[in-house]
């Protein structure tokens, strides 16, 4: 059994698809996809998109990481700037009408008990940037695009932030900012985030799937309805 | 069958104070939600409720005739203004137990109420709960206590629980001569007028505690919710005698101090059964063949129920209880009538304690409507309701022996209790030292977002309320020697609580003997209905 951590300082890290927003990186992807440019540009993607969407379910269902990494991809050609200017339109039309109606609440209470508070998403940083503006989190650990000359490869600079490699970075996190790991919260929708969960003193489930609604019940975490 | 003649000289009709002897019938005691049916020693007591009081005639007539002649205030049409605002605070859940058949008597004084004030002009009025820190009604339950018409009108702009957590939704008031925090609600205390609802259960209830406690915050209650104040209280059903009430007084008068407050208080009986149930009120002596009949019919089918379905089924039996008296008007004058009712209705004296006491524990708790009676609210029942159901004398000795007959499980339901699982599982097997648990982790269960978050929008529990059962159990964890759970399914249950565990009663009043001496005088406390010991010494 670990000491408990004499530091004070706590966190609440938060999942966010499906945590506090209703979408996921698909949703965001074909925001993306149809806001291509060209006519044929937004044609060609939205249907190589569609097409995928059989191969994104069956690899998300196996492995988030390998869903990721095909996922990104996708991203490739975009140029920086355009992925920034639609980063903060996809937020408006896509994101803020889907965040959870009680996921502010929640935020505001952990941060009145004194908690920092940090998104943790395997989503692209760029596309996160205007939730965590908007909802006021201190912070956000998320995956980073590679670009170069301004345009992104589709290759996601590793570590990716998903599973396991999640709960590491939340543990870097608490270390490199003097965090009590055993006296943070976090708070995820999915069984795929059950190290994260696993890694703090605190794990909540959030509108939980099936997998992380049995997990919860059986470590006995509190489950959280959001929507 | 034991004859006439026999059963004659068993007992005194009039008494409530049975002698166990030989031929005595066996006596039926709630475990859980089951029935044993135990022989006792010879010479043991078993001290039985009052009858029920006869309930009053004309419910609406005597709802009007409080609230036209009030105690110490101008009656209410007299208080009332067009345009004011006005806010109506109501017990929660918790009270009575089990809930009432409808009408629930709090729908009946809206129905009068409301119509008052709506002939009067006042149309800014809110109906609050006033759940403090407990579980926030569900929609169904809330339409259940004020009625369809009432429910349809007011839900939910103006029908809804007090959230003791919305940062925007307390007051802070002046503090108390002994720095205690006031703080209420801000709707209640910025209306022109409170009517506080209150339906007074046991002598606990009611008075200053109504606004004070359940319209309150948690800041608020941490100066009589904590275990120094449970401690230096003989007994918190004797508010004359409590620490408890005495700092609650001290909130309550500041609140009168600064804002107007009309209360309505109702006394009901203790008649928790009727109809073919009827006979779980009666003593054992009294009961016909046909009783027994009864008795062994319900325990087999009870035996033959998965235990999920049992509680839904005990759930479901409302109690027929019936009001025996309203007072209403100002706190102190009013309450003073109402505990009179109380003590009418559930004072039963008693000469001398006993070493060893025999509760057997109901499916129920104030804590547990429609859901599970866990393993802290058994100790809650045992240590803090049933140990404190006395007039400042315990019923037990000091240094004597509790026995519980409870299954003891190891349930807990994920929606209304969350915190009561960490508290059980993580707490507890580190320290039971009330003192050393609300320094070390009181405010960090308070503040847990999640708990927070699950006591604001879900039906759970504030996360400082395990710990608030385990002070209600520290007078009783104080006072007694032993607490014994008899049929306890587990070993692990009563070790986390410090208890020990015994297959049967019989077995655990051997233990208790061993330990308070083969001359033990022992009571068995027939709980419920509720009665509360008045021990002579």
């Known amino acids: ?227 | 069958m034991r004859s006439l003649k026999t059963l004659r000289k068993l007992y005194d009709e009039e008494s409530h104070v049975v002698v166990t002897e030989r031929g005595s019938p066996p006596r039926v005691l709630f475990s859980g939600e089951d029935f044993l049916l135990e022989d006792l020693p010879i010479g043991a007591r078993v001290i039985y409720p009052r009858a029920p009081l006869e309930g009053v005639p004309n419910l609406r007539a005597t709802i009007r005739y409080a609230i036209n002649h009030p105690e110490g205030m101008e009656p209410l049409h007299a208080l009332l203004r067009p345009g004011m605002k006005v806010t109506v605070a109501l017990d929660d859940i918790s009270l009575p137990l089990p809930p009432m058949r409808t009408p629930d008597v709090r729908q009946s004084i809206l129905e009068i109420v409301l119509e008052l004030l709506a002939d009067s002009g006042v149309d800014d009025v809110h109906l609050i709960i006033a759940n403090s820190l407990h579980r926030r009604m569900t929609e169904a339950e809330m339409r259940r206590m004020v009625g369809e018409k009432i429910y349809r009108s007011f839900y939910p702009e103006r029908y809804y629980n007090h959230d003791a957590e919305d940062p925007a939704g307390i007051v802070e008031l002046e503090r108390t001569g002994h720095g205690e925090v006031v703080a209420i609600n801000r709707r209640a205390a910025e209306s022109d007028l409170i009517v506080y609802v209150n339906i007074n259960l046991v002598p606990m209830d009611g008075g200053h505690k109504s606004v004070g406690t359940g319209l309150a915050n948690y800041e608020s209650l941490r100066a009589h919710h904590n275990p120094t104040v449970i401690r230096e209280s003989d007994s918190y059903m004797e508010p004359a005698r409590s620490a408890l009430h005495r700092s609650t007084e001290r909130i309550g008068r500041v609140i009168d101090r600064h804002l107007k407050v009309f209360h309505i208080e109702t006394a009901i009986n203790n008649r928790m059964f009727d109809g073919q149930l009827a006979f779980l009120g009666k003593k054992e002596e009294d009961y016909t063949e046909f009783d027994r009949l009864k008795l062994q019919g319900l325990r087999y089918t009870l035996s033959k129920m998965p235990r999920a379905a049992k509680r839904k089924l005990f759930m479901s039996i409302p109690a027929p209880y019936e009001v025996i008296g309203i007072h209403a008007g100002a706190t102190e004058p009013t309450h003073a009538k109402t505990l009179e009712l109380c003590w009418r209705q559930y004072a039963v004296p008693v000469e001398g304690q006993s070493d060893i006491v025999i509760y057997g524990v109901p499916y129920i708790s104030p804590y547990n409507v429609n859901s599970i009676l866990n393993p802290l609210l058994v100790q809650v029942m045992g240590l803090g309701y049933f140990f404190n159901l006395n007039r400042g004398v315990p019923l037990v000795k000091k240094g004597g022996v509790i026995i519980l007959c409870h299954p003891a499980y190891d349930e807990f339901d994920p929606e209304h209790h969350p915190s009561y699982i960490e508290f059980f599982n993580r707490l507890l097997p580190e320290t039971r030292d009330a003192l050393v648990l609300e320094r070390k982790y009181e405010r960090e269960f308070a503040t847990n977002p999640s708990y927070v978050h699950l006591y604001r929008k879900g039906n759970a529990y504030h996360g400082a309320h395990p710990f608030y059962m385990w002070y209600w159990g520290e007078n009783g964890r104080q006072h007694v020697g032993k607490v014994i759970v008899a049929g306890a399914e587990n070993n692990h249950v009563p070790e986390i609580l410090g208890w020990q565990r015994t297959d049967t009663l019989a077995e655990a009043i051997d233990i208790a003997r061993g330990f308070a001496g083969r001359s033990a005088e022992i009571s068995l406390v027939h709980l419920p209905p509720i009665l509360q010991t008045d021990v002579s010494l």
């Open chain 1, 1 to 227: 059994m670990s000491k408990p951590s004499s530091k004070s300082a706590k966190a609440a890290f938060y999942d966010v698809d499906g945590t506090l927003v209703k979408t996921n990186i698909v949703h965001t992807y074909g925001y993306y996809a149809m806001n291509r440019g060209s006519l044929w540009g937004i044609a060609g993607r939205t249907l190589a998109a569609v097409a995928s969407v059989p191969i994104f379910a069956a690899l998300d269902a196996v492995d988030r990481k390998i869903f990721n990494e095909f996922f990104y991809r996708y991203y490739a050609g975009l140029s920086e700037d355009r992925l920034l200017t639609l980063a903060e339109e996809m937020f408006e039309d896509l994101v803020k009408p889907a965040i959870f109606p009680k996921a502010r609440d929640l935020i505001e209470e952990a941060r009145r008990s004194g908690c920092k508070i940090v998104f943790v998403t395997g989503a692209l940083d760029f596309t996160v940037r205007p939730l965590v503006k908007y909802l006021e989190a201190d912070d956000l650990i998320a995956n980073k695009m590679q670009y170069v000359g301004g345009i992104a490869t589709g290759k996601v600079i590793p570590p990716i932030i998903e599973g396991a490699n999640k709960a590491n970075a939340v543990r870097e996190y608490c270390v490199r900012e003097g965090l009590a790991l055993d006296k943070s919260f976090a708070y995820s929708d999915s069984g795929s985030d059950y190290a994260m969960l696993a890694v703090v003193g605190r794990p909540t489930a959030v509108n939980p799937d099936i997998r992380l609604r049995a997990l919860a019940r059986a470590y006995q975490w509190p489950i959280l309805d959001l929507r």
